[in-house]
T-cell receptor
Framework: AQKITQTQPGMFVQEKEAVTLDCTYD???????LFWYKQPSSGEMIFLIY??????QNATEGRYSLNFQKARKSANLVISASQLGDSAMYFC???????????????FGQGTELSVKP | DTGVSQDPRHKITKRGQNVTFRCDPI?????LYWYRQTLGQGPEFLTY????????KSRLLSDRFSAERPKGSFSTLEIQRTEQGDSAMYLC??????????????FGPGTRLTVT
């Protein structure tokens, strides 16, 4: 069965430093998508970055990059130059199969709470 | 640019009462999803619609839960005979129906339900 594992319940990082949030996944599908969402204390889920299983290059979006290691089934999020506003819960999620054929529902991990220290 | 909206933002109800939540997706998004998030956990998929058709329901969606999207625009999620275990944040998300821009889901602010 498909599963997302985030093993870091909480992480601390100094402002302006980089931080890596871990995510491993389990799926038997060849086609899937991996996402990272940020959830501040307000509760809204904010999309950060996406990686498709067939994408050959690691995804990047501004200060966010996704370290995709397909053979190890890992999709770690790297945040460079951390800011105080990055303090939030971060969720890794997977969409199994083709978006068109299988609806696109997301399976989420349990999240990592990131705290950025000034 | 109007995002996904949900109403109400908070709901406190007594056990055994019925509650209904509303979600308005981004206009022209034909896919709409409901998730439930309990404290300290990631969101869990409940159900999704393609236009007005409900195409998938999770086993989490017991008989007390019903969701509709009658005209393919807004959606409602009703919980009958609420139980304390229903206390959670209910999140709605929408996405366009096709094309590479449809990869991500756009989430609303959620409705926090407390059953006393």
């Amino acid at each position: 069965a498909q599963k997302i594992t985030q093993t870091q319940p909480g992480m601390f990082v100094q402002e302006k430093e980089a931080v890596t949030l871990d995510c491993t996944y389990d799926t038997s599908d060849q086609s899937y998508g991996l996402f990272w969402y940020k959830q501040p204390s307000s509760g809204e889920m904010i999309f950060l970055i996406y990686q498709g299983s067939y994408d050959e290059q690691n995804a990047t979006e501004g200060r966010y990059s996704l370290n995709f290691q397909k053979a190890r089934k890992s999709a770690n999020l790297v945040i460079s130059a951390s800011q105080l506003g990055d303090s939030a819960m971060y969720f890794c999620a997977m969409r199994e199969g083709s978006f068109y054929n299988q609806g696109g529902k997301l399976i989420f991990g349990q999240g990592t709470e990131l705290s950025v220290k000034p | 640019d109007t995002g996904v909206s949900q109403d109400p933002r908070h709901k406190i109800t007594k056990r055994g009462q019925n509650v209904t939540f509303r979600c308005d997706p981004i206009s022209e998004h034909n896919r709409l999803y409901w998730y439930r998030q309990t404290l300290g956990q990631g969101p869990e998929f409940l159900t999704y619609f393609q236009n007005e058709a409900q195409l998938e329901k999770s086993r989490l969606l017991s008989d007390r839960f019903s969701a509709e999207r009658p005209k393919g625009s807004f959606s409602t999620l009703e919980i009958q005979r609420t139980e304390q275990g229903d206390s959670a944040m209910y999140l709605c998300a929408s996405s366009p129906g096709g094309g590479p821009s449809s990869r991500e889901q756009y989430f609303g602010p959620g409705t926090r339900l407390t059953v006393t």
